[in-house]
Every structure is written in C-alpha cells, then in structure tokens.
C-alpha cells in the first residue's frame, strides 16, 4: 500500500539526521534566497520539515537537535516575506516542550510567537499533534506528501483514494474540488477537465438561480483550457457564458474580469476568429458604470485590442498609465 511507501519516505529521513549528528547541517539549516516575485525564502524549509516529521513519528527524544532546528526555522518565520506559521514550528514546539519544564526555551516559544503577523495570530504553544503515524488514514497521508513534496509517493496514493471513492460522477463537488488541487500539484492537470465539467453540469442542473455559481463553473473550464492550450474549446465556452447566462448579475465581480481576462487571450490568439468576442469585451470595457480595472485587465485588453488593430489600445495605455499613477507604480505601460 501507498501508506507504507510513505513511512518508508520517512524513513529514509535516518540518514538525514545521522549527518546531522556528525555535523552535516547543510540540507537542514536556514538557508536564505530570493524567491522571484515571491521574495525572501528558505531554501531548506521542506528539508527540514520531513526531518521533523522523522523526529516526530519516530519518537527521538534529541533536545539539541530538536533546539536547533527550532532556531533555524525561526530564522525563516521572522524573515520569509510570505510570513506564515507552518508545520515544522509546530511539531517542533511540540517536541520542545517536553523539555522546558525549568522555562529553559520561553524565550524561543515568545520569539516564535513575535516571528510575524501570522504568527502573532495563530502561533500556539499549546499546540497538540498526533505523534502515532499509524493514525493517519489515506486522505491524511495524501495531503502529508503534499506538504513533503513526495509527488511520486503521492501519486500512487491519489490513484489509491481515487479507486476507494469509486465513479468520480457521484462525488460531491468539494471531494472534487480537492481531487483538483492534487492534480495540480502532480501535474496532472489535464486530468482535470472531466472534474470541471462534472462540476458545471452539475450547478447547470440546479437551476438559473445560481448565476454566480454556474459563470465560476463557466472561467474554471475556460482557464483550463487556456493553460492546456485548447483555445478553440476555451473560445466556444466563453461564447456560451456571453449567449446563456446573465453575466450582468456578476459584472461587480472579480469573476467577471476572470471572463474577460479569458476572453482576451483568445483574441491575442487568434484575432480574426474571436473577434466578436473583442466586440464584447470593449463593449463591457466602456459601459457604465465602468467595470472595475486592474493590471492585468488593462495589459491584457491592450494587447487584445492592438491584436485586432483598434485604435481603442491607446485610450486603454493612457488609462492603464492613470491607473498605475494612482496606485503608486510608475508610468510605464
């Protein structure tokens, strides 16, 4: 069974802390770098997740390790520019404490909780975790690879899930929503497209009243098809949100700029085919009251519109200027 390629993963996390013992804290200890647009980041988070999971099931009773690795996930809450608390401070904290009976680590357990806003929020010492790794069940070991980023371990397991729950048809939308996320993580992404469909024809037949819900099912499809490169399918569903349903209840909506963020990527694509669909969209662009615009509608509906050779790609500059002006961004297009 999957289970137990996941305790034999762990397992392997031995070697691990042997090296760590001898002085080897290369693949463990906080290691800065700058994480593109994400910003400052820790190299070695994972690795020294799956060695305190390792700690945790095995039970080690090592204070120094234990202490150390405290310390060096510290370093990442207080200086990770995504903030967050995390696992690994938590089953260290749980570990941790077990030897703070004379207060020896208050002042790490009050750095930890001063580490970041998230942190100040949801940080608890108190904290109490399973320690028993035969307790977790199939779901709980699925979700247990993702956060180690075990993907080939994993994917057996989601097949294994997979099978258990039978006919995807009869799931719930939310076991589907959650068999979407690991798909993704896998990249299995294509195996996808069944579940959004499943999960539009479903809503379609709940009735009209659900407009909000059934456009959503609607940019689901739309937006994977755009990431799968089937344009022709994406533009033949974005004509269908245009031609049957009433997108005017959603035009307040982010999800309404999803649609024709959608849209317009069709047409940079494929200019003379989706040209209606840039009618539309510049038509929604100028209504009024004027739909609400972000970066990406205004760089997207630039480039669209100089697609098709409109003249309405400069009004777009100059307002996407305006706007960044007002944001605090600069000028530049």
């Not at 137990?4 to 691990?16: P, S, T, W």
């Not at 680590?105 to 949801?122: E, H, I, P, S, V």
Request: proline letters at 1%; charged letters at 30%.
């Amino acid at each position: 069974m999957g289970i137990n390629r996941l305790k034999e993963k762990l397992e392997e996390q031995q070697e691990v802390y042997a090296s760590l013992k001898q002085g080897n804290s290369a693949i463990v200890c906080y290691k800065e770098f700058q994480n593109g647009k994400w910003g400052t980041d820790d190299a070695n988070y994972t690795n020294r997740l799956r060695l305190a999971y390792y700690l945790l099931y095995w039970k080690i009773e090592d204070e120094e390790t234990i202490a150390y690795l405290f310390r060096e996930e510290l370093k990442d809450r207080e200086r990770n520019s995504f903030q967050g608390i995390g696992s690994t401070i938590e089953i260290l904290t749980w570990l941790l404490r077990k030897y703070n009976t004379d207060h020896t680590y208050d002042d790490l357990f009050q750095r930890a909780k001063n580490a970041n806003f998230d942190c100040a929020c949801g940080y608890d010492v108190e904290v109490a975790l399973e320690d028993d790794f035969e307790k977790n069940d199939l779901l709980d070991c699925i979700y247990l690879c993702q956060q180690l980023e075990y993907k080939d371990v994993m994917g057996g397991l989601v097949d294994e899930w997979k099978q258990e729950m039978g006919e995807l048809a009869c799931w719930n939308t939310s076991e589907r929503q959650t068999l979407i996320r690991f798909n993704t993580f896998l990249d299995r992404e294509r195996e996808n497209e069944e579940l959004y469909q499943l999960q539009l024809t479903e809503v379609l037949s709940e009735g009209t009243n659900r407009t909000t819900d059934i456009i959503s099912g609607y940019s689901n499809l739309i937006h994977h098809y755009l990431r799968m490169g089937n344009y022709e399918k994406a533009f033949d569903h974005c004509r269908m949100v245009v031609e049957k349903t009433d997108y005017k209840q959603i035009r307040t909506k982010r999800l309404f700029g999803d649609i024709l963020e959608g849209c317009l990527e069709i047409v940079v694509h494929d200019p003379s085919r989706a040209a209606c669909l840039w009618e539309w969209v510049k038509k929604e662009l100028r209504s009024k009251p004027r739909i609400c615009r972000y970066g990406n509608l205004y760089t997207k509906g630039i480039a669209a519109a100089k697609a098709v050779n409109d003249s309405y790609a400069e009004a777009l500059e100059q307002e996407y200027r305006k706007w960044r002006r007002e944001c605090g961004l600069g000028n530049g297009v």
